[in-house]
Each structure stands twice: as structure tokens, then as C-alpha cells.
């Protein structure tokens, strides 16, 4: 992963630095101030934010896809990939819109996106400062309705790449004004006037790739012929990265401290940085002790969120009656070892609908003979499998539970006793 980011610094470098040197807007250094720290964003404080949104989406998705039309859902992912594209645009412009005049205009919340507003000299690397807080916030707003939605994941991998591009030159130093674009997308031009210093431009060109959306809801502000001078905000932001991290804690605490009853605000517990510290500490526990302590990945565990699990220790303790275990690997990875008595059906054969047939046939015989519905407990090695095979019997209508942990899990416990 962090090879692929050096990569892509590196061509970023070689489109941007070579443009904004012949065609520059303000004459200033390539490493100008603050470069530096940007240039951590990119490298930490995006995957900061990506595994907030990861955790963040993971449990939204799950819960607001059920308010959605399966019909709907399904109805978005057949269309062709150009109109679910433009489609998408429409959407989450509307949400980003949305989010990111809320930023700008409750208190709270601004104290995250002024990080990314004390940037004073821009240029395409400025794009990545972003507070992560500030990001998972708006690319939930953006990316939950489409989710919901069911655009296909084609349209999000183009969606994604749009986007970003967008970001990045939007934000560049250049003094190229695209006459008949600036209408249609958000050019640096546009942009440059959402960072100004200047009072007019204040609560101005919120969108940041259709500037029809700031025209319709009269935000739009674009003196032809002009560019900002200057850029930045007055509140004094700090320079160094983890400095900018900490920045908005203290004063949100501080806002919500003077909510409070008097008697309430000097609680020594309400101090703010040992409160934001405090948070973040417990934060990561909660996120990463479960899956430590479930012997899963993060991505496996995140998805076991909204999963019905059972462990080897409930297992073994009978906590379930009559049970059938369901393999879900490869017949190569069920020759090499399995759990006795249990059944090969692979992901690829339930993903495609006969596999499913095969679990009902199996479970619907045992409750024949035996006058009771057996508990089907599917397992893979460590269960990011038998997850993806948990939400395709559940999309039939098919009950089940995943082993957590997978084998792996069940051999630590449990030695082989088969060859």
C-alpha cells in the first residue's frame, strides 16, 4: 500500500509540479510553506481517515441498505456504466454540498475543516489537508446514498479516480481559466475563491465539481476576469501535522463546556487535551482489541459487525444443538485439512446460487429425519469468506452462523484428527 502511494506521489508530482511552474498563478517556492506537512496528509493522514470511513460506511451500509427498494438497488446497478457515472456526479454533489456547508456553518464542525482552510498558499498538494474527522464526515454524506443505491462497483472505482483528480486540480496553482468548463466543472478558478481571504467570497462555491449546485442554491461566486490574492484564515491553526490533529479537540471541548451548568465546567475530567488523548486511545482499543481478541483481521471483524458469529469456546461448550459445519474454501483447502464432518461447499458455488440449493437440500433432509432444523455454522480459514457466504444466505433467506475466527481459530483449540 505504501508503495502504491509513493507511486502515485510521484506522478502526481509530474503532472502538477511541471504545471504549476510553467502556467503558476502566484509565483511561490515548490516547497512552499507548509509543504511539508501536506505532504504527510498524503501519506498518513488519508489512511487515518480511510480506516474511520472503512468502520464508519461498513456500519451505515449495512443498516440504511435496508431502507432501500432491492428493486431500486437493482434497477441502478443494470444501467450502463456512463449513466450510472453521471449519475453518481449529480448525488454525491448534492451530499458534498450538503456536508460541506454544514462544515462551515456549525461551530463544531468547523473547527475540523478549518484545518484544511489554513493552507495560505495554495496548490495541488493543499488537497490532501484534510483533518480526518473532517473527511470521514463529508465522504460518508458522499458515499452512503450511493452505496444505498446500489451503484455497481465499477462506477465507485471511475467515481473515486474523478474525484480525486478533481480535488487535486481544483486546488493547483495554475492560472488557466477554461472558459467554457468553468460553467460545466469546478476549475481552480472556481475554487480558489472558496479559500480566499477576501469578505466577498466568504460562504461562497461550496461544490467541488458542479458549480450549478452553488448557482441553484445561490452560493456561486465567480468575478470574472479575477483571482484571489490571498488565502488562509485568521484563527491561529498550527503548522506541524499531529499539532493540526489535536487543533479542534480543545475548542470543541471547550464549546461544549460552556453548554453546560456552571457547577459543571471547571470537572478537572473536562480538560480538553486529555480528553481528545483519552478518546483516541479508547477508540483505537475498541477498534483493534476485538479483532486481536477474535484472531480476525480489521476488515474481517468489520464486517462481522452486523454478522451472527459463534466462537470455538461456544462450540465446544454445546451452546448449539444439532449444527452442520459448511466449508466455504477450495477443494484444494479442504483436502489439506477441515473440520470433521463437515460439508465443501465453496464461496464461488453459493455465490452463484447452486451452492445455496445444496445447504437448503442438506438442512431441509436433517430436519426431515431428525425433526430438527440443524444450525449451519460456515467457516473458511479465518472468515472473511464465510462472511461474504453469510450475506449471500441471508439475501436468500437462509439462516446461518460463521465460525470466528475460521479454522484457524477451531485448530488452536481443536487438534486435526484426520489425515
Not at 477441515?338 to 442438506?362: C, R, T, V, Y
Amino acid at each position: 500500500m505504501f508503495t502504491e502511494a509513493i507511486k502515485g506521489f510521484l506522478c502526481l508530482c509530474l503532472v502538477f509540479v511541471p504545471l504549476e511552474r510553467v502556467f503558476y498563478l502566484h509565483k511561490q517556492k515548490i516547497l512552499r510553506s507548509g509543504w511539508t506537512t501536506d505532504a504527510i496528509y498524503y501519506f498518513t493522514g488519508n489512511l487515518i481517515g480511510k480506516l474511520g470511513l472503512a468502520i464508519c460506511l461498513t456500519i451505515a451500509v449495512d443498516y440504511l441498505g435496508n431502507f432501500i427498494n432491492p428493486n431500486l438497488q437493482k434497477l441502478v446497478a443494470n444501467q450502463p456504466i456512463i449513466t450510472q457515472f453521471i449519475a453518481a456526479i449529480f448525488i454525491a454533489e448534492l451530499c458534498y454540498y450538503t456536508a460541506h456547508r454544514l462544515l462551515h456553518t456549525v461551530p463544531v464542525l468547523w473547527q475540523f475543516h478549518a484545518v484544511h482552510h489554513s493552507v495560505k498558499q495554495l496548490d495541488w498538494l493543499a488537497a490532501v489537508r484534510v483533518h480526518p474527522c473532517d473527511q470521514i464526515f463529508t465522504k460518508i454524506c458522499q458515499i452512503v446514498p450511493l452505496y444505498c443505491l446500489g451503484f455497481s462497483e465499477k462506477t465507485f472505482v471511475i467515481y473515486f479516480l474523478f474525484s480525486a483528480a478533481i480535488a487535486f486540480f481544483i486546488h493547483s496553482n495554475i492560472r488557466l481559466r477554461f472558459p467554457l468548463l468553468r460553467w460545466l466543472i469546478v476549475t481552480p478558478e472556481f475554487h480558489h475563491w472558496h479559500h480566499s481571504t477576501n469578505p466577498q467570497a466568504y460562504h461562497t462555491n461550496y461544490t467541488a465539481q458542479l458549480p450549478l449546485v452553488d448557482f441553484i442554491f445561490g452560493t456561486f461566486y465567480l468575478p470574472l476576469g479575477k483571482f484571489p490574492q490571498s488565502y488562509g484564515i485568521t484563527a491561529p491553526v498550527p503548522r506541524n501535522y499531529w499539532e493540526q490533529i489535536l487543533y479542534p479537540f480543545p475548542r470543541v471541548i471547550k464549546m461544549i463546556k460552556q453548554k453546560l451548568p456552571n457547577k459543571y465546567q471547571k470537572i478537572s475530567l473536562l480538560r480538553p487535551i486529555p480528553i481528545a488523548l483519552l478518546t483516541a486511545i479508547l477508540t483505537a482499543i475498541a477498534f483493534l482489541l476485538p479483532p486481536i481478541l477474535t484472531q480476525m483481521s480489521l476488515k474481517t471483524w468489520i464486517m462481522s459487525l452486523s454478522t451472527q458469529t459463534v466462537t470455538v469456546n461456544q462450540l465446544k461448550q454445546q451452546k448449539l444443538e444439532r449444527i452442520i459445519f459448511i466449508d466455504v474454501r477450495t477443494p484444494e483447502e479442504y483436502a489439506e485439512d477441515h473440520i470433521d464432518d463437515s460439508i465443501l461447499i465453496p464461496l464461488i458455488d453459493i455465490e452463484a446460487g447452486f451452492g445455496i440449493n445444496k445447504i437448503k437440500n442438506i438442512a431441509n433432509h436433517i430436519q426431515q429425519s431428525e425433526q430438527n432444523y440443524p444450525t449451519i455454522v460456515l467457516y473458511c480459514t479465518s472468515g472473511y469468506r464465510s462472511l461474504k457466504a453469510y450475506k449471500a444466505l441471508e439475501a436468500s433467506g437462509l439462516n446461518s452462523v460463521v465460525l470466528a475466527g475460521g479454522i484457524k481459530a477451531w485448530r488452536k483449540m481443536i487438534p486435526t484428527t484426520h489425515n
